[in-house]
């Protein structure tokens, strides 16, 4: 599909609307980074030596006044959760700043992500990178643009020779030494929500984590995985946010054609959910 009529199709979809508001929430971040340099902004650390600045404040602030409505709820991770949102048909997933450690020490692998969750489902997304100028913009049945151009996920067809996306916290942890002789080639990268947006456009060709996540982490990736033809699951089963406990196992993401041989590759590695 062409980057005309793909962007045609966008105007004429049900989350129209929807992607008219996080193309403006993602302007009026624009505008906020640009009040910030990165690698020079002070960091707090809150429970869990998870760091926090004022850019993150300012974007969850930005983010909401373009974003929600009355009748929809809301889920950041700057933000006081309020249970109401369980009740929404609609609800806002979004981190302000995920990759905020890559922010403070100026390394270009943090992002803005969004993400409109519809009965449980992600079904239209956003994210920006400033450092690098790249908008991912998706929604589901109307395809994925980056930068403004239609982008799918990877074709690839095998393992051998994938290109994956790892965490750079888990490779620093040593949580990837048993994909050493993997097939397939490593690469480390700041944020979650970053490595699935490259997924989703072809950039990449899968990204994983064994280690639980917050939706907020995960939810605007795993909507433009979805946009682009992808595959995104939870370690264990199909991926439902908007959930009391907003932790979940871990993440699966890659092309089409790659679902079956990751899913088996990746089965020794995963541990089972217990049943209750």
């Excluded at 700057?78 to 100026?106: I, K, M, N, Y």
């Excluded at 995104?232 to 908007?242: I, M």
């Excluded at 020794?268 to 209750?276: K, Y």
Aim: glycine letters at 10%.
């Amino acid at each position: 599909m062409g980057t005309l009529s793909l962007i045609s199709q966008m105007s004429k979809s049900s989350y129209s609307g929807v992607l008219d508001r996080i193309q403006a929430a993602v302007e009026a971040a624009r505008e906020v980074f640009g009040r910030f340099t990165p690698g020079e902004i002070a960091a707090e650390y809150k429970a869990g030596h998870d760091p926090v600045t004022e850019a993150d404040r300012a974007l969850d602030s930005v983010l909401r006044k373009n974003l929600l409505r009355d009748d929809e709820g809301w889920l950041s991770e700057e933000s006081v959760d309020d249970l109401a949102r369980l009740d929404r048909e609609r609800v806002w997933v979004v981190d302000p700043l995920d990759g905020t450690r890559e922010f403070v020490q100026g390394i270009p692998e943090f992002c803005v992500s969004i993400a409109m969750v519809e009965r449980g489902q992600p079904v239209a997304g956003g994210i920006y990178n400033p450092a690098t100028n790249e908008v991912f913009l998706g929604a589901v049945g109307c395809g994925l643009t980056y930068n403004g151009a239609a982008a799918r996920a990877s074709q690839r067809g095998e393992l051998q020779g994938a290109l994956v996306l790892a965490s750079r916290s888990e490779t620093k942890r040593g949580e990837w030494l048993q994909f050493q002789n993997a097939p397939f080639k490593i690469q480390p990268m700041g944020s979650v929500a970053y490595k699935l947006a490259r997924v989703s456009a072809g950039l990449a060709d899968i990204t994983f984590t064994l280690t639980p996540k917050n939706e907020w982490d995960i939810a605007g990736g795993a909507a433009l995985i979805a946009s682009a033809g992808g595959f995104v699951q939870t370690l264990n089963s199909r991926l439902t946010l908007n959930r009391k406990d907003s932790l979940i196992d871990g993440l699966i993401a890659c092309g089409p054609s790659l679902k079956d041989e990751l899913l088996q590759f990746l089965a020794p590695h995963v541990q089972p959910v217990p049943r209750r």
